[in-house]
């Protein structure tokens, strides 16, 4: 590779760094911040404390199975509304790419999602101190990678509720991911290969990592399905690699649109 090819790759991220900065600044005082935060808290505060000496993990469940759907469609709308009220032209307005800050939009609520996963797996790092066993660098290894599956697992919402706000409103970039996610996560065992399937991957691969059911129920009262669902290792790193991959072309192909929409 060429000095002249690493210095223009550089200044590429360098730019995209820029644009992610930027969109942060204009949601440091902003409703998503907020709403990625806020919506974090409900569920963990009331379950994330033992009982017994022991934590129950279906609050996690009730989290990224109702609540972090809901809390992600609402920050990807807002991120994507600031700027497609005023029709994009404080974006068009910079002379930098389009398609650039279109990811830089799509980074930003990455970020905030996972910014909502962090919040919850600390809540229950917290919690597990109160526990028999205390806080074990298993546990915090195992929580630490629950809360990033869900993170992967949730990523494809982001690029198609930033497109759906631009292209047809606030209500169908909100609310059209937002029944996909939650009808295909319920619906995962009707669904071949569930870990395959975004949607329904954000209910079974959390098993790989916390002992609690689809259904929200401890592992225990259904140890079979449990053990079937836990025991697909090669299945779970499969279906992160596919949610990556989802949310990578799903943000490509959005920001390609967008480019060629907004230069027309």
Same mark, same amino acid.
């Given at each position: 590779?060429?000095?002249?090819?690493?210095?223009?790759?550089?200044?590429?991220?360098?730019?995209?760094?820029?644009?992610?900065?930027?969109?942060?600044?204009?949601?440091?005082?902003?409703?998503?911040?907020?709403?990625?935060?806020?919506?974090?808290?409900?569920?963990?505060?009331?379950?994330?404390?033992?009982?017994?000496?022991?934590?129950?993990?279906?609050?996690?469940?009730?989290?990224?199975?109702?609540?972090?759907?809901?809390?992600?469609?609402?920050?990807?709308?807002?991120?994507?509304?600031?700027?497609?009220?005023?029709?994009?032209?404080?974006?068009?307005?910079?002379?930098?790419?389009? *398609?650039? /800050?279109?990811?830089?939009? &799509? !980074?930003?609520?990455?970020?905030? =999602?996972?910014? %909502?996963? $962090?919040? +919850?797996? #600390?809540?229950?790092?917290?919690?597990?101190?109160?526990?028999?066993?205390?806080?074990?660098?298993?546990?915090?290894?195992?929580?630490?990678?629950?809360?990033?599956?869900?993170?992967?697992?949730?990523?494809?919402?982001?690029?198609?509720?930033?497109?759906?706000?631009?292209?047809?409103?606030?209500?169908?970039?909100?609310?059209?991911?937002?029944?996909?996610?939650?009808?295909?996560?319920?619906?995962?065992?009707?669904?071949?290969?569930?870990?395959?399937?975004?949607?329904?991957?954000?209910?079974?691969?959390?098993?790989?990592?916390?002992?609690?059911?689809?259904?929200?129920?401890?592992?225990? *009262?259904? /140890?079979?399905?449990?053990? &079937? !669902?836990?025991?697909?290792?090669? =299945?779970?790193? %499969?279906? $992160?690699? +596919?949610? #990556?991959?989802?949310?990578?072309?799903?943000?490509?192909?959005?920001?390609?649109?967008?480019?060629?929409?907004?230069?027309?």
């Amino acid at each position: 590779m060429s000095a002249a090819s690493e210095a223009r790759r550089a200044r590429g991220r360098g730019a995209l760094a820029a644009a992610v900065a930027a969109e942060a600044l204009k949601s440091r005082h902003a409703a998503p911040v907020r709403v990625a935060v806020l919506m974090a808290l409900p569920m963990p505060l009331l379950g994330a404390m033992p009982y017994r000496g022991a934590q129950s993990f279906s609050a996690w469940n009730y989290w990224y199975a109702l609540f972090l759907p809901v809390a992600l469609a609402l920050v990807t709308g807002c991120v994507a509304q600031a700027d497609a009220r005023t029709r994009m032209r404080a974006v068009r307005g910079l002379g930098a790419s389009l *398609a650039r /800050a279109w990811w830089a939009k &799509a !980074l930003w609520c990455l970020a905030l =999602l996972a910014l %909502a996963n $962090l919040v +919850v797996f #600390a809540i229950y790092l917290v919690g597990s101190a109160f526990t028999t066993q205390g806080v074990t660098a298993a546990g915090t290894l195992t929580m630490l990678s629950c809360a990033l599956a869900n993170t992967v697992c949730a990523a494809w919402m982001i690029p198609a509720g930033l497109f759906l706000t631009v292209r047809a409103g606030l209500l169908a970039g909100i609310f059209c991911p937002l029944a996909a996610q939650l009808v295909g996560g319920f619906a995962w065992s009707v669904v071949p290969l569930p870990q395959l399937f975004p949607p329904s991957a954000s209910m079974v691969i959390p098993t790989s990592f916390i002992p609690v059911l689809p259904s929200g129920e401890p592992l225990a *009262a259904d /140890a079979a399905l449990g053990g &079937a !669902l836990a025991a697909g290792r090669a =299945l779970t790193w %499969a279906g $992160l690699a +596919v949610c #990556a991959a989802a949310f990578v072309a799903l943000t490509a192909l959005t920001a390609a649109w967008f480019a060629r929409s907004e230069e027309r």
